[in-house]
């Protein structure tokens, strides 16, 4: 699909990217059944995930995106290896404003690269996509003219560390301690106590 640049930012303008691509705990959950469901499913068959609502090129886009934002590392898998894409995709389905804000980002990053370099993000090497990236991250630096960029990149991000993060990959990178059965319970340490100035009498 292209999309021309003054279409994608219509697209973002119509639904903010920030409100649009916002979801529930309850919804963020249905997600996450959804794509490990398939994930299993796609192993099982031996094949690949084909996506409802990405075409084949914005699923790229997607999966390199959100591996940029989390990669994987000697702690953990990166948000494909989480199965943030499959999450994504389940989350556009059926909701057109998320699906108009998502394509519509997705498009302007093309526009973008293109304009720079000549080429499509996925095709850009490294470098380029870091050097798009350093200017869209980071609201304060970024110029006015890319605010629409800003908007739809901050929200990817945020939507990549949400659908991270609330799998059992992203648990265990944050090292979570709770949700487990204790036998003994002591109460709270005397340091504890101290430290937040509190008594347990």
């Not at 699909?1 to 959950?29: C, D, F, G, K, V």
């Not at 409802?52 to 886009?61: D, M, Q, Y």
């Not at 394509?103 to 526009?111: E, I, Q, T």
């Not at 939507?159 to 944050?174: E, H, M, N, Q, V």
Request: glycine content about 6%; charged content about 25%.
């Amino acid at each position: 699909m292209n999309i021309s640049r003054r279409t994608a930012l219509e697209a973002l303008i119509a639904a903010p990217a920030a409100a649009a691509m916002a979801w529930t705990p309850a919804e963020a959950a249905q997600a996450h059944e959804h794509a490990r469901q398939t994930r299993q499913e796609v192993a099982r068959r031996g094949g690949r995930f084909v996506p409802r609502f990405f075409t084949p090129h914005e699923l790229a886009t997607v999966s390199l995106l959100a591996d940029l934002i989390i990669p994987r590392d000697e702690r953990s898998g990166s948000a494909t290896d989480a199965g943030v894409p499959e999450f994504m995709d389940f989350m556009m389905v059926d909701d057109p404003q998320r699906q108009t804000a998502m394509r519509g980002g997705l498009a302007l990053l093309d526009r973008l690269c293109e304009e720079r370099f000549g080429k499509s993000f996925v095709a850009c090497a490294d470098a380029e996509r870091t050097q798009l990236l350093d200017v869209i991250a980071f609201p304060a630096n970024a110029p006015a003219s890319l605010s629409h960029a800003v908007v739809f990149f901050s929200s990817f991000r945020d939507l990549t560390a949400s659908g991270f993060w609330t799998t059992k990959i992203g648990i265990a990178d944050l090292q979570y301690q709770g949700n487990t059965f204790v036998a003994d319970w002591d109460g709270c340490p005397a340091e504890a106590l101290k430290h937040l100035d509190v008594s347990d009498d």
